[in-house]
């Protein structure tokens, strides 16, 4: 059967940024000046550089699904899923590959924030490179029972997962853990109160229609579906790099080339 039981299950709920009376802000750019925090202790001013974030990036459709792309789930649902653990997921794995019409609408929705993931977060070069769908496939999660571990998405540079149908308080916890991105790899420091810089769960909150997108590298977990007769319904995929992918200005013998092959 399937084992409930996580790390993860400790998960607080959702915070707002905010390190005490130090407050986190973001400018509209994304550059490394903006990254910064001031504050006096005694009164003596100081200054905190928050470097090597991580983005976790949510956003909403801001429409109904459709009835045309709930027909599409249904059908994938009854036909097309496979048991997988403790959640079911579709044998086919690119479902947003544009051969679905009923799916392009969301494709598009989903390309758009990927680009905007790509160029003003992580600062791509959109002329010479672009982060782009491979694989993609739907997961379901049963009443009492569905969830899915900690892990991680491997040959992928971002991930992300988009909500057709939440449960009450739904959410997808992210962990350092095993503290990979973890301020301090070995120390278990005794933290009152966790900051930005100190914690190690975070759970970011979904309604349906909610798209999130992570670094694929970053361990995260889909809590037990505890809902006694409603079913969570998700769209997960993949992604890559493509273009020229160099680094010129470091070394000139590091070009890479890759074409989408799908």
Not at 19 to 46: A, M
Not at 86 to 96: A, M, N, Q, T, V
Not at 199 to 212: A, F, N, R
């Amino acid at each position: 059967g399937c084992s409930h039981g996580s790390y993860m299950g400790r998960t607080r709920p959702t915070r707002r940024v905010d390190i005490s009376s130090l407050r986190w802000v973001l400018q509209v750019k994304f550059s490394s000046s903006d990254w910064k925090v001031t504050n006096t202790v005694d009164q003596s001013p100081y200054e905190v550089f928050g470097r090597f974030p991580i983005p976790i990036y949510k956003t909403n459709i801001g429409r109904k699904f459709t009835q045309q792309e709930y027909d599409e789930i249904d059908v994938i649902i009854k036909k097309e899923m496979e048991p997988r653990g403790c959640k079911s997921i579709s044998y086919p794995k690119y479902l947003l590959d544009g051969k679905r019409k009923s799916f392009l609408d969301i494709r598009s929705f989903i390309e758009k924030h990927l680009k905007e993931y790509g160029t003003t977060i992580l600062g791509i070069d959109e002329k010479k490179a672009s982060c782009e769908i491979t694989q993609s496939w739907l997961n379901t999660f049963e009443p009492q029972q569905g969830h899915n571990p900690m892990h991680t998405h491997v040959n992928s540079i971002v991930s992300g997962v988009l909500y057709f149908s939440c449960l009450p308080e739904d959410g997808i916890n992210f962990s350092t853990w095993p503290k990979v991105h973890h301020l301090f790899t070995d120390i278990g420091l005794p933290i009152t109160e966790p900051t930005i810089f100190s914690e190690t769960e975070y759970k970011v909150s979904v309604v349906t229609g909610d798209l999130i997108l992570f670094p694929s590298s970053l361990v995260h977990e889909v809590a037990l579906n505890e809902s006694p007769n409603q079913i969570r319904v998700s769209l997960a995929f993949n992604t890559f790099v493509f273009g020229d992918v160099a680094l010129y200005e470091h070394d000139d013998t590091s070009e890479l080339l890759l074409k989408h092959g799908k």
